[in-house]
């Protein structure tokens, strides 16, 4: 199965293909497989991959990372984010601030994110679970990558953060032209994706 550009004639536009492949995981109650599947990234797009807890989209974006043993990228560099990353429990925000002072995006992200005050003092191990989400994205999404892989971004954020978040993905997106890959198990308002893959079930993906 394939999602193709959905402007053949516009040449300009960057085109990552993942290479057919076949992926099988068994364990207890979990069967994940996925045979043949072939997909097409246009540059400038939003790809949302949504199913039900335990599907298999964390594993299908790992797959597309190249995170897992014998499977390539398609995308030169990106850059990912998971709720799960673990921070340096010492680290301060106001330290990891000046160490990107290079990168003015992080920053930018952080002021954009945090509408009352950014929490400099605070280690980020001491940070809320949202907080720390925030500050997380800020970082992935102000790094240079071609594609920025997001594992479940809207998972621990607000109403405010969600419309800053939806906000930066279609900058990114739209006007730098990169290519954006959400996972979510949940209904995001407001958040239009160019390509929805639907994993309904243990063996099939279904691409909008």
């Known amino acids: 199965m394939a999602c193709t550009p959905e402007n053949k004639s516009d040449v300009r536009e960057k085109i990552y293909s993942a290479l057919p492949f076949s992926f099988y ?3 207890e109650n979990c069967v994940l497989s996925f045979t043949d599947l072939s ?13 039900n807890n335990g599907s298999g989209k964390t594993t299908l974006l790992h797959l597309i990372a190249g995170f897992i043993n ?40 952080l002021k954009g994110f945090f509408s009352d005050s950014i929490p400099l003092e605070v280690a ?25 892989l997001l594992d479940e971004p809207f998972v621990f954020l607000d109403s405010h953060s969600k419309r800053v978040l939806i906000d930066i993905i ?14 979510t198990a949940s209904n995001i308002d407001d958040f239009l994706p160019d390509v929805t893959i639907l994993i309904k079930n243990a063996e099939t993906v279904i691409l909008d």
Not at 82 to 95: F, G, Q
Not at 170 to 183: A, D, E, L, P, Y
Request: hydrophobic fraction near 35%; glycine fraction near 4%.
């Open 25 to 27: 995981y068994h364990e």
């Open 39 to 51: 997909l097409n990234f246009k540059e400038g797009n939003t790809y949302l991959i949504k199913g």
């Open 70 to 109: 014998k499977y390539h990228s398609p995308f030169p560099a990106i850059s990912f984010y998971s709720p799960l990353i673990e921070v340096p429990a010492w680290l301060k925000l106001k330290t990891l601030i000046k160490s990107e002072k290079d990168n003015p995006r992080f920053l930018h992200y």
């Open 124 to 148: 980020l191990v001491n940070l809320s679970t949202g907080q720390r989400a925030r500050v997380m994205l800020s970082l992935t999404l102000s790094k240079e990558a071609n594609a920025y």
């Open 170 to 183: 279609n900058k990114i997106s739209k006007k730098n032209g990169k290519t954006v890959i959400i996972t």
